[in-house]
């Protein structure tokens, strides 16, 4: 775990200007249209944060840690280790999968979503949200979260996809498309597509207690948008065979995750249950059976950070990252790290994606970097 001292008042008064400046500052128009790319390195890298918990700065303590931290720990670490995160690893796409601010502790929820996601915006990087459990239990409903995060700098998140706006279910939902390389014959070609959507809260049937989960609605808009990027991945010019590989990303694990414990998940540890709805949604059949979704990440259980793999698709969990969090005192906070590396073509030249790479950083003095493991290969070794 970090060093809490860093935190000190000249830092918060820092995060204060900044802030202030954000909410001054012109939204960029383009950041909806942002066309996102592979480098010229061949690579795509996603930066998952799970479960901020941001409330209302350096007054909100924080949660579980050692005796010898408490005095000097706030929000203002989870900022200090999302900076670290960020400038160590560099990321060309951040990817928040809810809780990032504790409703219930909130004075005000649009201070905080700022406040929170201010060190992607400072680093100028793209980055897209979506919603957990606790968000709305503030001062804001979904709606009007989604609504404000979708206008902050550098945001790709959508209140909805446009043309399921009139059907879908939850606020949030969204899919992105990642290109292939610049100057590379598929740089006008989704060869990676990212799948956004919101799990919900609470359960709001009848009889049916717990936690919320993906509805047919949004898994339809799914299965038709896959369809609709897999037949334009397969037309001229350039068509490609099968689908190109997609990742999703949203916050309440699937009852699927049930499966694994720290004995046969491929890596990482089970130290709580998974806190999955009552009931089976069936997303996980869904996607299965369109087979282009190669790994799903979530949050909400943060004391879970095990990849597994179930019938081809692998379940990964993100690890707590915020320390107004519940956590485990000696355990450190941690973000999972994607990569996903194209195939070289000769000198210079990328085509589709390779493969499909995972690890984990933890906040300790070295940015400690555990549990790096192969998620897919276009071709079986």
């Known amino acids: 775990m970090a060093d809490n001292k860093r935190t000190s008042k000249f830092d918060f008064f820092v995060l204060s200007m900044f802030l202030v400046s954000l909410c001054l500052a012109p939204v960029p128009t383009s950041a909806q249209d942002r066309k996102l790319s592979f480098g010229v390195n061949g690579q795509f890298k996603i930066l998952q ?9 350096a007054t909100t ?11 000097h720990c706030s929000d203002l670490n989870t900022t200090a280790f999302m900076s670290r995160v960020i400038a160590a690893e560099k990321p060309d796409l951040i990817v928040f999968t809810g809780d990032n601010i504790f409703g219930s502790d909130v004075k005000d929820a649009v201070k905080s979503l700022n406040a929170a996601f201010a060190p992607a915006i400072s680093a100028k990087i793209p980055w897209v949200a979506v919603l957990g459990n606790h968000d709305q239990q503030s001062t804001l409903s979904r709606q009007e ?89 397969n037309e001229e010019p350039n068509p490609q065979q099968g689908a190109a590989p997609g990742l999703a990303y949203f ?19 089970r130290q709580e249950e998974t806190g999955s709805a009552t009931i089976n949604s069936g997303f996980f059949t869904t996607l299965v059976a369109r087979g282009d979704v190669k790994s799903v990440f979530v949050g909400h259980d943060h004391l879970n950070d095990f990849c597994g793999e179930l019938k081809g698709l692998n379940l990964c969990y993100g690890g707590g990252f915020g320390y107004h969090a519940y956590g485990k005192a000696g355990w450190e906070r941690r973000a999972r790290v994607v990569v996903a590396d194209l195939n070289k073509k000769g000198a210079g030249s990328w085509g589709d ?19 790096d493991q192969v998620l897919w290969n276009s071709s079986p070794n």
């Not at 944060?49 to 700065?57: I, L, P, Q, R, T």
């Open 353 to 371: 994606v390779k493969s499909i790479r995972t690890w984990k950083r933890l906040d300790d003095q070295h940015l400690s970097v555990i549990d």
């Open 49 to 57: 944060v799970a479960d901020m918990h941001y409330a209302n700065g």
């Open 251 to 269: 916050h309440i694990p699937l009852r699927e995750f049930w499966f694994f414990d720290s004995k046969n998940a491929a890596k990482g540890v």
């Open 145 to 233: 979260l989604m609504k404000h995060i979708v206008k902050l700098p550098n945001s790709l998140s959508k209140v909805n996809p446009p043309e399921a706006a009139h059907y879908i279910d939850g606020f949030g939902n969204n899919n992105l498309r990642i290109h292939g390389a610049a100057e590379s014959s598929l740089h006008n070609k989704s060869v990676l597509n990212l799948y956004f959507l919101d799990s919900g809260d609470y359960s709001s049937v009848h009889n049916i207690k717990g936690y919320d989960w993906i509805k047919t609605s949004q898994q339809f808009w799914f299965d038709q948008t896959s369809k609709r990027l897999q037949k334009e991945y």
């Open 61 to 71: 303590r924080c949660q579980n840690v050692l005796p010898s931290q408490l005095a």
